[in-house]
């Protein structure tokens, strides 16, 4: 679970770098619009978005397994 939420952390990093890099390439935090940095960002934020989501799933998953071996345990309780 522990790696799971360290690769949200990254893909969060990562977001926000990307965030800052597609401000860069814009009049607000550059000198003028730079066509190919915005690219560079977008498909970065795509790659960190996709690294969130995997994350996402894979807690997904340890919490129904851990949810099923609870109905299991209740079920083999039962006479």
């Known amino acids: 679970m ?3 939420r360290a690769l949200q952390v990254v893909a969060v990093l990562a977001l926000l ?3 800052d ?3 860069k390439a814009s009049p607000l935090g550059g000198e003028g619009w730079n066509p190919g940095r915005l690219l560079y960002a977008g498909s970065g934020m795509v790659t960190a978005l996709t690294l969130f989501a ?5 807690i997904g998953q340890r919490r129904l397994a851990d949810r099923l071996a609870r109905i299991e345990q209740s079920l083999a ?3």
């Not at 995997?54 to 894979?58: R, S």
């Open 2 to 4: 522990i790696a799971w």
């Open 17 to 19: 770098a990307c965030l």
């Open 21 to 23: 890099l597609a401000l």
């Open 54 to 58: 995997l994350a996402a799933i894979g």
């Open 77 to 79: 309780r039962r006479p």
